[in-house]
């Protein structure tokens, strides 16, 4: 099934048109006829991308697409506008987190390049939040590595407000504790590299971790470079794949 788009415009002819000449793309455009018909479709059906007119009878396309980000985050927003409104630009940034803002009228070429940017935007920030959740079941096992420290420490503070491009990774809620690790596993890094391997697991970025320990960013890289050596990995994606692994072994029946 090709992804949805949601076209928002309280035009009907204008609908029809994008429609005609979006039809070869890879993706399908669902026409709405103003702010009510496209919450209820929202509510509906599983759309990757919405693209809303600023111009709206019922609706200003900004204020729309700022309650589109409070229910359905993970949708990404792109805005239409024939005016240069900054005030209505304004509240599109800082309210509805839009990913692109388009002036009218916009070649078919423009809006479909900015419709398949959305689009791997959307799955990128997809694979983003497997990759968060994942580190979160790490966490305690991470936080282990160091001598059985308290697990989930930073739990809500990691993950409940963290952003990719305008998207809310929000806060599933506390994980299970899982199993010890294997003990061999522990015995290949320092201490100081398996507080920077929980570090990482835990959401930080390089940075952040150089300023929990009052270290630089280059000394924290040369770290991680001494653990991808150790451990056999390439990226952080990889470690977070081989500490999975390596719980879930834990895990299993033996």
């Known amino acids: 099934m090709l992804p949805r788009v949601l076209l928002v415009d309280d035009e009907p002819e204008v609908i029809a048109a994008v429609q005609a000449a979006l039809k070869s793309e890879p993706f399908d455009v669902v026409g709405a006829n103003g702010a009510t018909q496209a919450r209820e ?3 509906q ?3 990757k991308v919405v693209v809303s007119d600023e111009e709206m009878p019922d609706t200003k396309g900004a204020e729309f697409l700022a309650w589109a980000q409070q229910h359905h ?3 990404v927003r792109i805005m239409l506008s024939g005016r240069a409104d900054m005030r209505a630009l304004t509240k599109a940034v800082n309210d509805a987190e839009i990913f692109k803002f388009l002036a009218k009228p916009v070649k ?3 809006l479909a390049l900015a419709i398949k940017d959305a689009l791997r935007l959307q799955k990128l920030a997809s694979v983003h939040r497997e990759v ?3 580190a979160r079941q790490q966490q305690a096992a991470l936080a282990s590595l160091d001598g059985g420290g308290a697990a989930g420490e930073d739990d809500g503070a990691s993950y409940s407000r963290v952003r990719l491009a305008g998207f809310k990774l929000e806060h599933a809620g506390p994980s299970p504790r899982p199993s010890e690790p294997k003990a061999g596993y522990a015995e290949r890094l320092s201490t100081r590299e398996r507080e920077i391997v929980e570090a990482i697991a835990s959401g930080k970025r390089v940075r952040d971790v150089a300023a929990s320990f009052s270290i630089s960013t280059h000394t924290v890289r040369n770290h991680l470079k001494a653990i991808y050596r150790k451990l056999n990995v390439r990226s952080q994606l990889e470690l977070l794949s081989l500490i999975t692994r ?3 072994s834990d895990d299993a029946p033996g």
């Open 246 to 248: 390596s719980s879930n």
């Open 73 to 75: 985050p993970s949708v």
């Open 45 to 47: 059906q599983d759309f």
């Open 41 to 43: 479709l929202l509510g």
């Open 132 to 134: 968060l959740s994942a």
């Open 108 to 110: 078919a070429r423009d």
